[in-house]
């Protein structure tokens, strides 16, 4: 009997812990209006690394490390990839980054979620949207975003890490115009 009340109360005390970092991952978004960062990117297990700067409501801007100058730009409504040979254009609300640049919609969806990973490191948060299937990952200690996995437009598999975070730094408004083709 005694092992089952230690079964109840080891269960109460890990779904609380987890209850209050999601709380606390909540309070921290809250608070943020823009992050920097470095990020890798592995679609179908094509690595491209880069610099980003994310702005709420769903704007950002990256550079990748690629002899194409590869940029990436949204300006809330459109999204633009462009390299030194293409440029396509795609409506910001057609892809996964619509939602994931939404802190509102990742508020929302956080607070009403189960946690669905957790280790002694990440919580990982699955949540659905139009079709979308949506992972973001959070780092316990620091509670940043450390990154996020979706479905792109071409049914490829995208995983997103970041490193090297900032939060909250002045930028240039003009980094979100959108390049011209």
Do not use: H
Not at 25 to 34: A, P
Not at 98 to 105: A, G, R, S, T, W
């Amino acid at each position: 009997m005694k092992k089952y009340y230690f079964l109840i109360l080891f269960f109460f005390l890990v779904n609380e812990s987890s209850a209050s970092t999601k709380d606390d991952i909540i309070k921290r978004l809250t608070f943020i209006e823009n992050i920097s960062f470095n990020f890798e990117q592995n679609i179908n297990d094509k690595i491209e690394k880069g610099k980003c700067t994310l702005q709420y409501p769903k704007k950002i801007f990256c550079e990748y490390d690629l002899n194409n100058k590869k940029i990436l730009v949204s300006n809330g409504i459109s999204i633009v990839i462009k390299t030194i040979s293409s440029y396509y254009i795609y409506p910001l609300k057609k892809t996964p980054l619509d939602l994931i640049l939404d802190k509102n919609f990742l508020i929302d969806k956080i607070s009403k979620s189960e946690n669905y990973y957790s280790d002694k490191n990440i919580l990982a948060f699955k949540f659905y949207k139009n079709e979308n299937e949506i992972n973001l990952f959070f780092d316990k200690k620091t509670l940043n975003l450390k990154g996020w996995q979706t479905v792109d437009l071409y049914q490829n598999l995208n995983i997103i890490y970041l490193s090297s975070i900032t939060i909250n730094q002045k930028i240039n408004k003009n980094l979100f115009l959108l390049p011209k083709n």
